[in-house]
């Protein structure tokens, strides 16, 4: 492992994140943790593929890079980036409701947030957004969330993305 690894700067074994460690375990050594939010990112990696889940394992809590986890388990790096990223999405998804609640988000740049999502009249654009057909282009619609909503929508991989990701109802 490279020096410029995070856990070659001691401040995460310091804080009782030992790499070594199982990550459960570290968490319970101390107690510093809240409990249900351990318990809530192990159930959410619980539902990622055996793949995945090792992925996060390994790069996250272990500390490994793309190299090593491909030596380990002899996948390619270019196919350890498409799980990791798959394994992220999944992630933001299964843990979005635990970040709301505990306002984890108060951080990240509104900009970057969900247009739809922060919406007042979201209920009423999912609405719009279930009843338009497969044929019908996205144009018809953000002209209306335009001219009624007020949402400026720039492209229609806004709305798409706020579709197969926010209105799922997956929740972990």
């Known amino acids: 492992m490279s020096k410029s690894r995070i856990i070659y700067q001691n401040w ?50 272990q500390g490994m890079s793309y190299r090593e986890i491909s030596e380990l388990t002899g996948r390619e790096i270019y196919r350890l980036e498409g799980v990791h990223t798959r394994a992220i999405r999944k992630l933001r998804n299964y843990l979005k409701v635990l970040v709301d609640s505990h306002d ?51 492209t229609p991989q806004i709305l798409i993305g706020h579709q197969r990701y926010h209105m799922t109802g997956k929740e972990p």
Do not use: M
């Not at 310091?14 to 460690?21: K, N, Q, V």
């Open 12 to 61: 995460i074994v310091e804080l009782g994140r030992d790499p070594s460690l199982n990550w459960h375990e570290a968490s319970n050594r101390d107690g510093s943790y809240n409990q249900k939010i351990v318990r809530t990112i192990h159930k959410s990696l619980d539902k990622l593929t055996e793949g995945e889940a090792g992925f996060i394992r390994l790069f996250y809590f």
């Open 104 to 154: 984890l988000a108060g951080s990240i740049d509104s900009n970057k947030r969900c247009p739809v999502c922060c919406h007042k009249d979201k209920n009423e654009i999912n609405r719009l957004i279930e009843n338009k057909q497969p044929d019908e282009t996205w144009k018809h619609l953000v002209k209306i969330l335009q001219e009624k909503f007020g949402l400026r929508i720039s």
